[in-house]
């Protein structure tokens, strides 16, 4: 496993709880310039600590709904 500092941490944390939002968003929450960010999220995904984007089940049917 890789190491993770404190600010990859709380990436994950946003990631984890809405993968939706955009990097420049995360980079606000973290107090990082978006293009760290993106290079924090880019190296997470390499790594494998990121497997995949995806929404949950009640986000889909939630959205279905709304159609």
């Given at each position: 496993?890789?190491?993770?500092?404190?600010?990859?941490?709380?990436?994950?944390?946003?990631?984890?709880?809405?993968?939706?939002?955009?990097?420049?968003?995360?980079?606000?929450?973290?107090?990082l310039?978006?293009?760290?960010?993106?290079?924090?999220?880019?190296?997470?995904?390499?790594?494998?600590?990121?497997?995949a984007?995806?929404?949950?089940?009640?986000?889909?049917?939630t959205?279905?709904?709304?159609?």
């Amino acid at each position: 496993m890789p190491e993770l500092d404190r600010l990859d941490g709380r990436i994950l944390q946003i990631v984890q709880k809405n993968n939706r939002r955009t990097s420049e968003e995360i980079a606000a929450q973290v107090n990082l310039s978006s293009s760290a960010c993106q290079r924090r999220l880019r190296r997470l995904r390499a790594e494998g600590v990121i497997e995949a984007d995806s929404s949950s089940d009640a986000e889909l049917s939630t959205l279905f709904h709304n159609w």
